[in-house]
């Protein structure tokens, strides 16, 4: 489903001169207005495949209609998104939940509605129906090199997909790990899982990179073989300068400081990319910015801090992607709540002063040091994002043009009501 541009712009139209007031006050404040919408314009999130149907929980999983039943439509909704807010041209997808039948012709479409792909996910955490051996007790960790060399063979076929339709990253994110004490020589485990990687790393286009995602626990709970960014960072400099580690904001241990965690991989050059979502508890992998939007601020801030500091380009040298979806949510309007907080944590954090912080800082001025933090995030910025999104051809407001022209009945029509997500 295409939607017109027309309806876009008779939407905008309705909310214009409210916007103009809001967009000028806020605007009023920020010295080089023009340069923060420019990179605000040139941001792009990416959206996983695996969101765009109803999440479940283990305890069950209520559909709301109208969802994707192949990969066109995954495509298709993604599309949608990005003509809303002009700031979901990617998407990523999930081996073997979204194989590409045919490639050229998913490049085409995916083309045809302004998106590229952003890294491809390999899966060796399920048994696949016609799979040969099991990864019950893991897969690139394994005690039977025979499991580890189908894990790998997945991996490599995994980049030949992402080849095929332009994508220049893999993401491996492992379950491997152990459930109880002993179960697991934690050395042997992490030199086979290295072993593998080096394996995956050896097929990797020089023009990719790997990510290697860490975690800390689920669905093993004891350990986990890529269990933290210091393992994900080891394994990531021993295989090479392709290797970067990748942080799933749900991934860590309760209170972790995340934004320290980034910042100093961003000065070793090994932050890969990111896996956007929120939670209360553990990987509840819930709307970005729901629970906990000032340490998403946070991370922001070290994040411009430290690109700038080693002349990265924000919207192209990471790979920004969500991974959040859940049950009682329209997954469209979900994503459109994720891509927006990005959106305003990120704006937030390109209004810091950063001189003025440096100074405060040098001078051990702590509360000032807060008080410059704390104006910026505590900053409006809603109106400039929407200005931002109003200059791309976009939505004043996503998610009131997506409810106010009943995209999602639409969906319905075309689909059905019982229309269930692919994949998961
Ligand atoms: C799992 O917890 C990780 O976040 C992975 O990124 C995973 O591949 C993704 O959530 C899809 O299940
Ligand atoms: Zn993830
Ligand atoms: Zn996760
Ligand atoms: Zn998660």
Redesign the pocket.
């Known amino acids: 489903m295409l939607l017109e541009k027309y309806k876009i712009e008779e939407f905008n139209q309705a909310g214009l001169a409210e916007h103009k007031r809001r967009f000028d006050f806020a605007a009023s404040y920020v010295k080089n207005i023009d340069e923060v919408l420019q990179k605000l314009i040139d941001f792009q999130v990416a959206i996983?495949s695996?969101a765009l149907g109803t999440g479940g929980t283990r305890f069950g999983r209520f559909a709301g209609g109208g969802e994707p039943r192949s990969l066109e439509e995954k495509i298709e909704d993604v599309g949608l998104l990005h003509q809303l807010n002009r700031s979901s041209g990617a998407i990523s997808l999930?081996i073997p939940w979204d194989i590409p039948q045919n490639p050229a012709a998913i490049k085409a479409l995916a083309a045809q509605h302004g998106l590229k792909f952003d890294a491809v996910?390999s899966?060796t955490?399920q048994d696949q129906p016609d799979q040969k051996l099991s990864y019950k007790f893991g897969s690139m960790q394994h005690v039977d090199k025979a499991v580890r060399k189908q894990a790998v063979d997945h991996n490599i076929e995994v980049i030949r997909h992402g080849i095929e339709l332009g994508s220049e990253s893999l993401?491996v994110?492992l379950s491997d790990g152990s459930s109880f004490p002993g179960q697991l020589n934690f050395r042997k485990a992490f030199q086979n899982t290295l072993e593998s990687l080096q394996e995956v790393y050896a097929a990797l286009p020089d023009n990719w990179k790997m990510f290697v995602?860490y975690?800390a626990f689920?669905p093993n709970f004891y350990s986990m073989s890529v269990g933290d960014w210091g393992q994900s960072y080891l394994y990531a400099s021993k295989l090479g300068e392709k290797a970067y580690t990748l942080v799933?904001l749900?991934?860590h241990l309760p209170n972790a400081n995340i934004e320290q965690i980034v910042s100093l991989l961003l000065m070793e050059g090994k932050l890969g990319g990111f896996?956007f979502n929120d939670s209360k508890y553990g990987?509840d992998?819930l709307t970005v910015g729901s629970v906990k939007p000032y340490q998403l601020f946070l991370i922001f801030n070290e994040l411009v801090e430290g690109m700038d500091a080693r002349g990265m380009n924000h919207a192209t040298d990471l790979g920004w992607m969500i991974?959040a979806s859940h049950n009682v949510k329209d997954p469209l309007e979900d994503l459109l709540q994720s891509v927006e907080a990005i959106m305003i944590a990120y704006t937030q954090a390109l209004l810091v002063d950063r001189k003025a912080l440096a100074e405060a800082q040098q001078a051990n001025d702590v509360v000032r040091c807060q008080e410059i933090l704390q104006t910026a995030a505590r900053t409006d910025v809603r109106a400039i994002v929407a200005e931002a999104r109003l200059r791309s051809g976009g939505a004043l407001q996503t998610l009131q043009a997506f409810r106010q022209l009943e995209l999602r009945k639409a969906l319905i029509g075309e689909r059905g009501l019982k229309a269930v997500s692919t994949g998961?």
């Open positions: 996983p695996w999930h996910n899966n955490f993401t994110w995602e975690k689920e799933d749900g991934h896996h990987d992998d991974d998961l």
